[in-house]
Nanobody, 126 residues
């Protein structure tokens, strides 16, 4: 069964950190561009960060630049999103996704994906 499974979400206070993980099963992640997307309550889904197959090209939306870091470990078939200095406006369900043929910019801007995870809730509140 081909799937992506996210983990690492939770409830934190403003300024704290979380690290999300995305594990692929049933396919080899290193043949895919990986992206992290989020959807807050009543909001449209947006591309947060995307990473190329070898990890050489990265993309971040402006609101997380300098606070979030995307990475991948192809040997472990896993991608990560390190989220620091979290803010209440980061509250959302976070999804990882994979697509074989896209630039990091197009994947994040156009929300292009072949596989989606089920999502993990991130809540930032004092």
């Amino acid at each position: 069964q081909l799937q992506l499974v996210e983990s690492g979400g939770g409830l934190v206070q403003p300024g704290e950190s979380l690290r999300l993980s995305c594990v692929a099963s049933g396919f080899t992640l290193d043949d895919y561009v990986i992206g992290w997307f989020r959807q807050g309550a009543g909001k449209e889904r947006e591309g947060v960060s995307c990473i190329s197959k070898r990890g050489l090209n990265l993309y971040y939306i402006d609101s997380v630049t300098g606070r979030f870091a995307i990475s991948r470990d192809n040997a472990k078939n896993t991608a990560y999103l390190q989220m620091n200095s979290l803010k209440p406006e980061d509250t959302a369900v976070y999804y990882c996704a994979a697509v074989q043929f896209a630039t990091v910019q197009s994947m994040c801007h156009q929300i292009i994906a072949k596989y989606w995870g089920q999502g993990t809730q991130v809540s930032v509140s004092s």
